[in-house]
């Protein structure tokens, strides 16, 4: 036996977990010599998280308003930062300088059919003190929203898409001059509806969730159900540029660096703002113009006019300055100082964010004190592990992206993979989402993960999906600048369900008593998450499944009909299948020298689909933002993509091959 499998013993049984060698089975990755070890580890990781504990986490960074630049932003990074000191890491803070942006006064007045100051706050609700606040919470706004003092007729325009705006024109109803109220959804983003608001004369736009969608027509809402009440509205950040990051800086905008000018954010010239459904329902109730068609009626129990003789006056006025962000970089020292494991997961919220993000920085705390606790008594992870906490994301992934810039030439030789952990525990519904090629050990860590139920979570997931789907990253949280800008293998797991306090000021810890009573699943998804990356941790040889990777290259070469391309990618999943098994082998015979230099071939030929003279921000030509299709060699649909893809493909087939 090794000595660093007797230091790993010893440890565990300080914590009262004896690894039995005899009754182990095979995890991939791992020696014989460590399997016993590894078992114990994870059996330790297991029973850490608590209820309780969670709680105290939740009430820690979540009991109080933290959006990005604000005090209690910073308070949040204060607790998160020594809390994983207290647990033996080494964590500091990180700063970064970026664009902020919120409304100092912001006004909806009724002056016909009568007189009225329309009430923009979210109510009150029963059971909810955190709900009371509203001068932490604040009234509904879009980030980076230009400023108005508006005023004219309201028209609602249902999803505010083009093809509205011509129905509109067909019911000769003007809009140059008007107030825009349209639904969220349907196709368009929000950002968009703005956009074409403006194109057609609108001097602003506001935006309302129809109860139809996710409201009372589908369940209780809050603060009885899970479902979104009319009170709540949605907050989001008008889209700054098609990537992530922040588009005013020269370089990292680390302090004192230099920003571009405010007019380097490309957002719409009018004002754009999200609403209650309460307001939208005084709205159309005050209209008295032509009826609109059956599609366009919301979830309210009345006629639907739009425009008409109501007019009314709307203002919003921004502070906007250049000002700090908080990112918290934990840090476990591994064997091998050049490798690391990254999990991190964002902070900062719209108000309270007890589900988006604080679930997400709960499991990384949990982690944080189970792997603490093994590295007290003598554990020492093989790669070193980073845990950070992200600043900024919910207005332009700030904080991953200028660390992964800043860190881009170190993550790209070193970073094995990337988890992420943002909203985690919402609800009983298990899903899971990776690159190919970390699908394999989401689905062989869940037969070891104890469900919210205290059974294997894989029994758990496979009640729900028999064929345990992991489904591409996509877009949205703080894995893009790993997988997209710089193509390191990336996932994340959470458990969901419906979450109607999403970006509303009901996001606290009172809701929890909703969305994870007795917080089940803030503890399940601490366990997941913690034995994921104890395992990518720990393995001689971590499980990263190169024939994954290229099988999901070839289906989707296959199924675009890039013919060209197929005998490429069909020599590419051979060298890649002959790797893996290559490895595996190196492993069972305890061969660590031969394991790592396959591990080498594997992240050289993964390499080969990494464009370091990219123009465009995401870099990777083997993954895409989008959930569908295309997820998968975004590039295929061009002449220039298929020569590129063609190329990688014959690169990393040298790669792998032995």
């Given amino acids: 036996m090794s000595r660093r499998y007797v230091a790993t013993a010893l440890a565990l049984a300080l914590l009262g977990v004896a690894p039995s060698p005899a009754s182990v089975t095979a995890i991939r990755g791992f020696t014989p010599n460590g399997l016993a070890a590894e078992r114990a580890a994870e059996a330790a990781v297991n029973a850490s998280p608590t209820a309780a504990q969670a709680m105290r986490d939740e009430l820690g960074m979540a009991s109080y308003v933290h959006r990005m630049g604000q005090p209690g932003d910073k308070r949040s990074a204060l607790y998160f930062r020594d809390a994983l000191r207290r647990a033996g890491w080494n964590a500091q803070l990180v700063e970064y300088d970026v664009p902020v942006a919120y409304p100092t006064s912001e006004t909806l007045t009724l002056l016909r059919p009568r007189q009225e100051r329309i009430d923009l706050y979210e109510p009150a609700v029963p059971g909810d003190p955190y709900s009371r606040n509203h001068a932490a919470i604040g009234k509904p706004y879009s980030a980076y929203s230009a400023d108005g003092d508006v005023i004219g007729p309201v028209v609602y325009a249902n999803y505010g898409r083009p093809s509205d705006y011509a129905t509109l024109a067909a019911m000769h109803v003007n809009v140059r001059g008007a107030i825009i109220l349209a639904r969220v959804g349907g196709g368009g983003s929000l950002t968009g509806k703005a956009f074409e608001g403006a194109k057609h004369g609108a001097r602003a736009v506001l935006l309302f969730s129809d109860p ?3 409201g009372y027509w589908q369940g209780d809402v809050y603060p009885a159900g899970p479902y979104r009440p009319l009170g709540g509205a949605m907050r989001n950040t008008l889209t700054l540029l098609d990537d992530p990051g922040d588009p ?4 990292v905008p680390l302090p004192g660096a230099p920003h571009k000018p405010w007019s380097a954010l490309k957002v719409p010239p009018i004002p754009e703002a999200p609403v209650t459904g309460l307001v939208a329902r005084t709205l159309l109730a005050a209209m008295n113009g032509p009826t609109v068609p059956a599609a366009w009626h919301p979830g309210f129990a009345m006629a639907i006019h739009t425009g008409g003789s109501i007019r009314v006056h709307y203002v919003i006025a921004m502070k906007r300055f250049i000002g700090p962000i908080w990112d918290v ?14 999990v991190g997961g964002h902070r900062d919220a719209w108000t309270y964010g007890a589900v988006d993000p604080i679930s997400g920085s709960v499991d990384m705390l949990q982690l944080g004190r189970a792997l603490g606790a093994l590295h007290a008594r003598g554990w020492k992870p093989q790669r070193t592990i980073v845990i950070a906490s992200w600043d900024g994301e919910e207005t332009g992934l700030f904080g991953s992206t200028s660390w992964v810039d800043e860190h881009a030439a170190q993550l790209r030789s070193g970073c094995v993979a990337y988890i992420n952990t943002d909203e985690v525990a919402f609800g009983p519904r298990f899903f899971a989402y990776a690159t190919p090629d970390l699908a394999g050990l989401l689905r062989d860590t869940a037969t070891v993960a104890l469900a919210p139920d205290g059974e294997r979570l894989s029994a758990y997931w496979r009640a729900q999906d028999p064929t345990r789907a992991v489904y591409p990253p996509g877009g949205g949280s703080d894995h893009e600048p790993f997988v997209y800008h710089e193509g390191i293998p990336a996932a994340g797991a959470a458990y969901g369900g419906p979450f109607g306090t999403y970006h509303s000021a009901y996001d606290d810890p009172a809701s929890l ?22 395992r990518l941790a720990n393995a001689t040889y971590p499980d990263v499944r190169l024939s994954d990777f290229a099988s999901a290259l070839q289906e989707r070469i296959v199924a675009a009909k890039a013919n060209a391309l197929v005998p490429d990618a069909q020599a590419f999943t051979a060298a890649a299948k002959a790797l893996d098994a290559d490895a595996d082998v190196a492993v069972q015979r305890g061969d660590v020298a031969r394991a790592h230099a396959d591990q080498h071939r594997l992240r050289a030929a993964e390499a080969a689909f ?9 870099a990777s030509l ?13 590039g295929l649909g061009t002449s220039a993509g298929v020569s590129a893809i ?13």
């Fill in 212 to 214: 139809m969608h996710g």
């Fill in 248 to 251: 005013m800086a020269v370089g």
């Fill in 329 to 342: 970089i934990a840090t476990m020292p591994g064997i091998d100082t050049h490798q690391m494991v990254v």
């Fill in 513 to 534: 008593r909703i969305l994870d009573p007795g917080m089940r699943y803030a503890v399940a998804a601490a366990r997941y998450t913690g034995l994921v990356v104890l």
């Fill in 610 to 618: 990494f464009n370091p003279n990219a123009r465009a921000w995401s």
């Fill in 622 to 634: 083997a993954y895409g933002s989008s959930g569908g299709p295309t997820a998968v060699l975004p």
């Fill in 646 to 658: 063609d190329a990688a493909l014959r690169t990393a087939t040298a790669a792998a091959s032995l």
